[in-house]
Nanobody, 128 residues
Framework: QVQLLESGGGLVQDGASLTLSCAAS????????MGWFRQAPGKEREFVAA????????FYADSVKGRFTISKEKVKNAMYLRMDSLKPEDTAVYYC?????????????????????WGQGTQVTVSS
């Protein structure tokens, strides 16, 4: 049973940077896709970014493209989300997740229902 644990969240000012980490434990991570999602109060969980575990196919939500960078370190069973130029609207709980088997395409990667394993989340708050 794989468990995911996020870290790196915090309170930052508008324009600052943060890097989130997602560590997998339990057994060696095997996945088609790993993703980052976020959920703000009163809103639905939304896709942020995803990366294929084999190869290096990457997807981003339009709202974060050019500001966020997803990466992985397979040797460490870890995934990262570098967030630059943070805005107040980026404030949310950020979750990492492991996708179920499926195609490595944007539509599949962006749907929360295609992910079967989730972390507990880490809070990111951006003050204006």
């Amino acid at each position: 049973q794989v468990q995911l644990l996020e870290s790196g969240g915090g309170l930052v000012q508008d324009g600052a940077s943060l890097t989130l980490s997602c560590a997998a434990s339990g057994r060696t991570l095997s996945a088609a896709l790993m993703g980052w999602f976020r959920q703000a109060p009163g809103k639905e969980r939304e896709f942020v970014a995803a990366i294929s575990w084999v190869g290096n196919t990457i997807f981003y939500a339009d709202s974060v493209k050019g500001r966020f960078t997803i990466s992985k370190e397979k040797v460490k069973n870890a995934m990262y989300l570098r967030m630059d130029s943070l805005k107040p609207e980026d404030t949310a709980v950020y979750y990492c997740a492991r996708a179920r088997s499926g195609p490595i395409v944007a539509g599949f990667a962006a749907a929360p229902g295609n992910y079967g394993t989730w972390g507990q989340g880490t809070q990111v708050t951006v003050s204006s």
